[in-house]
């Protein structure tokens, strides 16, 4: 089966970059997409397809893959942005998805 | 507006049933892969399960797989979860999510709590 590995957790200063990673053998078959979860909040897309960003994401989002590793970047990290962060793909089948165990981004 | 709302979460028994419903609206729902998405209190996303479009095939993540069914009624914009055998792993909050063309999650839903216990 496909596991999608992130750590667990990540912190940086307000103004600093924040890189969070998710490894897994399925890529760079498959694209990796990222989505932030605020406390009792529904998750929000903010990365997909490796490197593409919705609509309405700051710039300061973007993501790129290499190899068996997916990274989300967040450049200039706002206190705003602390939320859990999670890296979605699918098995190499592409019939069934799989969610990273999630990192949780601290800012201050 | 475009939206998902889901209902028919609750306090179950171990081993009983629930059916889970999210209902579509503000976008042509036969038009669009659906998914369900769990979440157990202070953990992890969890993929569930899967319908196509049509609903010609569905895929599982292997612990629900023989005790959850998903499926759909295109008629009346409505996606269910029939969940059977709940065991208290199961306690989650259930979201619903759209697939869009590009393999994102674009519109989720709110969530519906279910909690399993005697």
């Known amino acids: 089966s496909h596991e999608l590995t992130q750590p667990p957790s990540v912190s940086v200063s307000p103004g600093q970059a924040a890189r969070i990673t998710c490894s897994g053998d399925?890529?760079?078959?498959?694209?990796a997409y990222w989505y932030q979860q605020k406390s009792g909040q529904a998750p929000v897309l903010v990365i997909y397809?490796?490197?593409k960003r919705p609509s309405g994401i700051p710039e300061r989002f973007s993501g790129s893959s290499s190899g068996t590793m997916a990274t989300l970047t967040i450049s200039g990290a706002q206190v705003d942005d602390e939320a859990d962060y999670y890296c979605?793909?699918?098995?190499?089948?592409?019939?069934?998805?799989?969610f990273g165990g999630g990192t949780k981004l601290t800012v201050l | 507006q475009v939206q998902l709302v889901e209902s028919g979460g609750g306090v179950v028994q171990p081993g009983r049933s629930l059916r889970l419903s999210c209902a579509a609206s503000?976008?042509?729902?036969?038009?669009?892969?659906m998914h369900w998405v769990r979440q157990a209190p202070g953990k992890g996303l969890e993929w569930v399960a899967v319908?196509?479009?049509?609903?010609?095939?569905?895929y599982y993540t292997d612990s629900v797989k023989g005790r959850f069914t998903i499926s759909r009624d295109n008629s009346k914009d409505t996606l269910y979860l029939q969940v059977n055998s709940l065991r208290a792993e199961d306690t989650a909050v259930y979201y619903c999510?759209?697939?869009?063309?590009?393999?994102?999650?674009?519109?989720w839903g709110q969530g519906t709590m279910v909690t399993v216990s005697s």
């Open positions: 979605y793909s699918t098995d190499t089948s592409g019939n069934r998805g799989v």
């Open positions: 399925a890529f760079p078959r498959k694209f």
């Open positions: 319908i196509w479009y049509d609903g010609s095939n569905e």
């Open positions: 397809q490796d490197n």
């Open positions: 999510a759209r697939l869009n063309g590009e393999g994102s999650f674009d519109i």
């Open positions: 503000g976008f042509m729902f036969s038009s669009y892969g």
